[in-house]
């Protein structure tokens, strides 16, 4: 048996205990990274559905912030239904790793519960991985939702179960108009196909033109395939663990925060050694937010442009994923076109029903 295969059947062996039993770790026969895993599709989010809000990551400060974090849910038309362990602090941890893996599994195999959203990131949702009971997620397929640490999520489930998750806001934020729009277009109505992450409508005038959300193209050339990604720094976290993403044949997205240009070369050059490059049809950033240079430094720009020198895949810059207020959400494992000649991103078909 395939190390990789070895390390996908393992992950899914995963109990909410988060024993790996030896007994099923050899034989069980659930989806791995060698075989095309059919996508798992939930339903799309209609007002008065129960939507669980968990933190598997870090939690905020006070329970002032987490209440407003509910309150958005219900701002939403939704019943906001709070995790067990929502309130659990652990120095920088919502919570031990069993309280947070708890509510996780908990929310997805509870059938009154209709979608999840993450109250925020920070750190500490790869801790969980191994506590997730994949079995349970994948036989109770509902949207889950958040960005940022919440990558490990989407990856590791989308990846283990073949379910469609969406990498996007956050409960514990403002939606933007953009972003509810997105959020309505995308997750609400469910529309497909349909444009991904499009920067927001500009009014130009004379003397003005947009400065802030322009499109780069660094490669041209149009591919289509399954989208996975979401936030580098989990990405490459991951690597060489069993949750590493399947990236053949795949659009790889990409997006941080608070990383300097050496940084993000760093991360980019170890996917690049890694030959995710070579692997995947088509590449996109998104933004690359909030950064200083504190070392002599090239720009971010220069950075993404040179790591792409020599691909064959069309590769672009700019669209609305990341740490930004007018954000879009991205089907993780859905369909998708990628256009660097047009400078789009396009949902094919269905990532809900």
């Known amino acids: 048996m395939k190390r990789r295969q070895f390390l996908s059947n393992l992950a899914l062996a995963t109990t909410t205990t988060g024993l ?75 919570g031990s790793d069993s309280q947070r893996a708890e509510d996780v599994n908990r929310m997805f195999a509870d059938p009154d519960i209709k979608g999840i959203f993450c109250s925020r990131g920070g750190y500490g949702a790869s801790r969980i991985l191994p506590m997730l009971n994949y079995n349970v997620i994948r036989s109770n397929p509902k949207v889950l939702l958040g960005y940022s640490d919440i990558t490990a ?43 991904l992450a499009a920067p927001p409508r500009f009014s130009q005038a004379p003397g003005r033109a947009e400065r802030h959300n322009r499109i780069t193209r660094f490669v041209l050339g ?81 950075v993404l442009e040179q790591r792409c020198e020599g691909l064959s895949i069309p590769v672009m810059r700019g669209l609305m994923i990341g740490h930004v207020d007018d954000q879009s959400i991205i089907p993780v494992g859905a369909n998708a076109e990628l256009d660097a000649d047009a400078g789009t991103l396009t949902l094919l078909g269905r990532a809900l029903i």
């Open 153 to 195: 999520l989407h990856l590791a489930i989308n990846g283990i179960t073949g379910l469609i998750t969406f990498h996007g806001p956050i409960a514990g934020q403002q939606f933007t108009e953009y972003t509810y729009q997105e959020f309505s277009r995308i997750i609400m109505r469910g529309e497909h196909p349909t444009s």
């Open 222 to 302: 149009k591919a289509t395939g399954p989208l996975v990604g979401g936030n580098l720094s989990l990405v490459t976290s991951l690597m060489g663990t069993p949750y590493e993403p399947d990236f053949r044949g795949k659009i790889l997205f990409l997006e941080d925060v608070s990383e300097a240009p050496y940084s993000v070369d760093r991360m980019l050059t170890q996917l690049w050694l890694a030959g995710v490059f070579s692997q995947i049809n088509g590449l996109v950033f998104g933004k690359f937010t909030d950064y200083e240079a504190d070392v002599p430094s090239i720009s971010m720009e220069a």
């Open 20 to 94: 790996l039993p030896e007994s099923t770790a050899s034989t069980n026969n659930l989806a791995s990274s060698n075989k095309v895993i059919k996508p798992v599709l939930a339903k799309r989010l209609q007002p008065g559905m129960n939507i669980g809000v968990i933190a598997p990551s870090s939690n905020t400060w006070e329970n002032q912030d987490v209440e407003y974090a509910l309150d958005v849910v219900r701002s939403l038309g939704f019943n906001a239904v709070a995790g067990k362990h929502l309130y659990k602090r652990h120095g920088y941890l919502a």
